[in-house]
């Protein structure tokens, strides 16, 4: 069983900055690339962030110059620091990853965390 657990969100003011953590666990072989996707109330999923294996990264327009991802592959652990925070911003976060487990090394599956709530409000 693989598990992703998000954490790091909560209210923050305008131009302020949070980090959220993603930490994959359980039967794990291996993780390929990974993502953070957010989705604020009445709106469609959007993705945010990527960042591959070999850590290539790639970034939403709006996002562009002040989030930032990164990884821990000894940590099986994902991070999207968020710098200069905008209302619009606001929204539930969730992180994915494509992993494949001890059982099936080759086949590799989309996991979901349960998301966490980033707020920017004054």
Not at 57 to 66: E, H, I, L, P
Not at 74 to 96: F, G, H, I, R, W
Request: contains cysteine; hydrophobic residues 30%.
């Amino acid at each position: 069983q693989v598990q992703l657990v998000e954490s790091g969100g909560g209210l923050v003011q305008p131009g302020g900055s949070l980090r959220l953590s993603c930490a994959a666990s359980g039967s794990i072989f291996s993780i390929n690339t990974m993502r953070w996707y957010r989705q604020a109330p009445e709106k469609e999923r959007e993705l945010v962030a990527t960042i591959t294996s070999g850590g290539s990264t790639n970034y939403a327009d709006s996002v562009k110059g002040r989030f930032t991802i990164s990884r821990d592959n000894a940590k099986n652990t994902v991070y999207l620091q968020m710098n200069s925070l905008k209302p619009e911003d606001t929204a539930v976060y969730y992180c994915n990853a494509e992993i494949s487990s001890y059982r099936s090394i080759a086949s590799f599956v989309r996991y979901w965390g349960q998301g966490t709530q980033v707020t920017v409000s004054s």
